[in-house]
């Protein structure tokens, strides 16, 4: 990854972050986003915190884990890593977009 000077960018207009939910240019119209490689329009390694099931037991993990590699795959995004017990999760991405994540109802023990 190459760094990336952010002087003179106006980063409360150019990047919003939530709970498992971040976005650059999200929301920007097509002609005013930066190409991909220019800006902040570049590849990063974005890392979520707490990013956790709601159940505890090994197979809550296994089957959070399987949807964390699945929320990858279908954005196009390589998974990293994540550990199950701090929670922290990261994943790479070529350049910006959205990338949201749900902890559903069903990431618990009983399922």
Not at 36 to 57: E, F, Q
């Amino acid at each position: 990854l190459e760094p990336v000077d952010v002087r003179g960018l106006d980063l409360d207009a150019i990047v919003t972050i939530g709970e498992r939910d971040v976005g650059v240019y999200h929301g920007w119209d097509p002609e005013e986003k930066p190409a991909v490689g220019r800006g902040l329009n570049k590849p990063a390694l974005v890392t979520w915190y707490d990013t956790k099931p709601k159940g505890t037991s090994r197979k809550a993990r296994d089957k959070f884990e399987a949807r964390l590699r699945a929320f990858c795959e279908e954005r196009g995004v390589e998974f990293r890593r994540w550990d199950a017990d701090s929670g922290v999760f990261v994943f790479k991405v070529q350049h910006f977009s959205r990338y949201r994540f749900v902890v559903g109802d069903d990431d618990d023990d009983d399922d």
